[in-house]
């Protein structure tokens, strides 16, 4: 049996979410975070923590599955990017992984300083 992570329940993709699962796939890229300030200033930017998939964790927010959501906002697994982790990305010129479930752009900083 596999390993369990404990913040995103084993598998909680459905036979229906593959293909959004594999579209957003497909709509993932890394994005320098000053191209993504205008979205940040209008409160759009979901911080997703390194060691959550991003594709999964963009599969919830479509599939509007609250329950999942609600858990990993509690475990503080995505949040809203704050000014903290903004002005650490400016000054490092970061790239980000990002992917966009309108009208969120979920970014995740795979580095480590």
Do not use: C, H
């Not at 390993?3 to 979410?17: A, H, I, K």
């Not at 930017?45 to 599955?65: K, Y």
């Amino acid at each position: 049996m596999p390993e369990s992570n404990n913040n995103v329940p084993e598998n909680p993709l459905t036979d229906d979410s593959l293909a959004i699962n594999q579209t957003l796939n497909l709509q993932t890229a890394q994005i320098p975070w000053l191209e993504l300030q205008r979205s940040y200033a209008q409160g759009r930017v979901i911080a997703v923590r390194a060691d959550l998939d991003l594709i999964e964790t963009a599969t919830l927010l479509v599939e509007n599955n609250t329950a999942l959501i609600e858990k990993l906002i509690d475990q503080k697994s995505i949040m809203f990017a704050n000014d903290d982790q903004a002005k650490k990305w400016f000054e490092n010129d970061r790239m980000l992984w990002a992917v966009v479930v309108p009208p969120w752009v979920l970014v995740q900083d795979r580095e480590t300083d």
